[in-house]
């Protein structure tokens, strides 16, 4: 790793599909230049296709999930655990920001915690005010607030045209999980 790499602040953000995929995107074109990656995924707590992969990819991505079984749905009521696990969570990705080991630190889903007020919004704003200059920080799901716009560097968002999910195909996995 150069003395000069700027990181930035980036989100990906959209009611489509596709948020995850590309912040993974991002650590695999990372790992293939020995860069390292954390991967925090909030609201998830089961094992996917994506979780299997990056195992695979250890040291260069390092992931570990910070929620319940099951819990990822935004009409779902959080709990004390929702709350608990994200404030767990949201403390090993700074821990993982500032450990000096990893160049870009992802905060999967963590837009759709703020929604639901599993995490504040000014808790992720300070994670952002505390981000070294040398590390990249991604924040990706539904639901980008306003402040976290304005704060980040790059912003894409993602936008369904079409879904088979709107004809009844459930998520297949490998593919969507």
Request: net charge positive; with cysteine.
């Given at each position: 790793?150069?003395?000069?790499?700027?990181?930035?602040?980036?989100?990906?953000?959209?009611?489509?599909?596709?948020?995850?995929?590309?912040?993974?995107?991002?650590?695999?074109?990372?790992?293939?230049?020995?860069?390292?990656?954390?991967?925090?995924?909030?609201?998830?707590?089961?094992?996917?296709?994506?979780?299997?992969?990056?195992?695979?990819?250890?040291p260069l991505i390092t992931l570990?999930?910070?929620?319940?079984?099951?819990?990822?749905?935004?009409?779902?009521?959080?709990?004390?655990?929702?709350?608990?696990?994200?404030?767990e969570g949201l403390r090993k990705?700074?821990?993982?920001?500032?450990?000096?080991?990893?160049?870009?630190?992802?905060?999967?889903?963590?837009?759709?915690?703020?929604?639901?007020?599993?995490?504040?919004?000014?808790?992720?704003?300070?994670?952002?005010?505390?981000?070294?200059?040398?590390?990249?920080?991604?924040?990706?799901?539904?639901?980008?607030?306003?402040?976290?716009?304005?704060?980040?560097?790059?912003?894409?968002e993602m936008k369904e045209r079409?879904?088979?999910?709107?004809?009844?195909?459930?998520?297949?996995?490998?593919?969507?999980?």
């Amino acid at each position: 790793m150069t003395q000069e790499f700027k990181g930035y602040i980036q989100i990906y953000t959209g009611l489509g599909k596709g948020k995850t995929t590309a912040a993974l995107g991002l650590a695999l074109r990372a790992a293939g230049r020995g860069l390292r990656t954390y991967f925090g995924q909030f609201l998830k707590g089961r094992t996917s296709g994506e979780a299997l992969a990056v195992g695979k990819l250890s040291p260069l991505i390092t992931l570990e999930l910070f929620g319940r079984k099951g819990f990822v749905k935004v009409t779902d009521e959080p709990g004390d655990e929702d709350v608990s696990l994200a404030g767990e969570g949201l403390r090993k990705c700074r821990e993982a920001m500032l450990s000096g080991e990893y160049q870009i630190v992802v905060l999967d889903e963590v837009l759709v915690a703020v929604r639901l007020k599993v995490l504040s919004e000014e808790a992720v704003l300070e994670f952002l005010d505390g981000k070294p200059d040398a590390v990249e920080v991604v924040l990706t799901g539904r639901f980008a607030t306003p402040a976290l716009v304005r704060r980040a560097d790059l912003v894409t968002e993602m936008k369904e045209r079409k879904h088979y999910s709107a004809q009844g195909v459930r998520a297949r996995e490998g593919i969507e999980k």
